[in-house]
């Protein structure tokens, strides 16, 4: 899986070997990282961000789940714990980011996007190395903060000084133009958000206009053309 590959929900569960992701936050989901689905859609629950040219995430916690007695969980504190003591996933967040701060290793987190309804995009794996705990409309809230690891730094640099970061509200434009398909052959798995405007032309501004949805072997078989 690389960035900006296109899934759907359904690959996303099996990818993480899971039967469902209901959960923004899943706290080691797998043994060697966690999980996290952001959304920067205008209606999303939680104030997302994707942040200095994609390389950092400010990703708010959670609230307290809704249940008889807390009709709007918007109006509370996000909790830390649960009424039985156990760390929420906020809690096991924070935990992770004091340790790192102790000197271990930083928690691996994977990130994907919600572009539309059951249409996910890989953003890449992301350090977990700081959180804040600020009041915001009356209530306390997390916002943690998260660094693309070094990898896909060197990746995303790479694709910047290409000019191929491609803009979410340009991903869901693309979509929807596409009908979710790969344009040449109407495919609708293995999807990528395919840029383009060839390095050697300089390739400025990623519009809607220069970028297309193409399946894994129409992808390949372009850039087999390239170069
Ligand atoms: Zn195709």
């Given at each position: ?15 993480e ?9 899943n706290f080691?989901?797998n043994?060697?990282?966690s999980?996290?689905?952001m959304?920067?859609?205008k ?6 961000q ?10 708010e916690g ?29 809690g096991?967040?924070v935990e992770?980011?004091n ?9 691996r ?8 309804p059951g249409v996910?995009s ?8 700081d959180?804040q705990?600020i009041?915001?409309e ?8 998260l ?5 896909e730094?060197?990746e995303t ?9 491609i ?13 979710g398909k790969?344009v040449i ?8 958000f395919?840029?383009d ?9 990623i519009?809607?206009?220069n ?10 078989s ?6």
């Open positions: 899986m690389i960035k900006d590959d296109i899934i759907s929900y359904r690959k996303m569960c099996d990818i070997n899971v039967q469902t992701l209901q959960r923004g936050m080691r989901l043994p060697n990282y999980v996290i689905l959304s920067q859609r209606n999303a629950p939680y104030t997302d994707i942040i200095e040219d994609e390389l950092k995430i400010i990703y959670h609230d307290i789940p809704k249940t008889k007695d807390i009709d709007n969980p918007k109006k509370y504190d996000q909790p830390l714990k649960t009424k039985t003591g156990k760390l929420t996933e906020n096991k967040f992770s980011v340790n790192y701060k102790k000197g271990k290793m930083p928690e987190i994977r990130v994907y996007e919600k572009i539309f996910w890989y953003r890449g794996l992301f350090n977990l190395i959180y705990h009041i915001s009356d209530r306390k809230v997390f916002r943690f903060e660094k693309l690891t070094e990898h730094i060197d640099i790479l694709l910047k000084q290409r000019s191929r970061i803009p979410t509200e340009v991903k869901m434009e693309v979509w929807k133009r596409d009908g790969c052959c109407k495919a609708t798995d293995e999807l990528h395919d840029h405007i060839p390095y050697s032309k300089g390739g400025s501004s519009t809607v206009e970028v297309k949805i193409l399946c894994a072997r129409h992808n390949l372009k850039s087999d053309k390239i170069e």
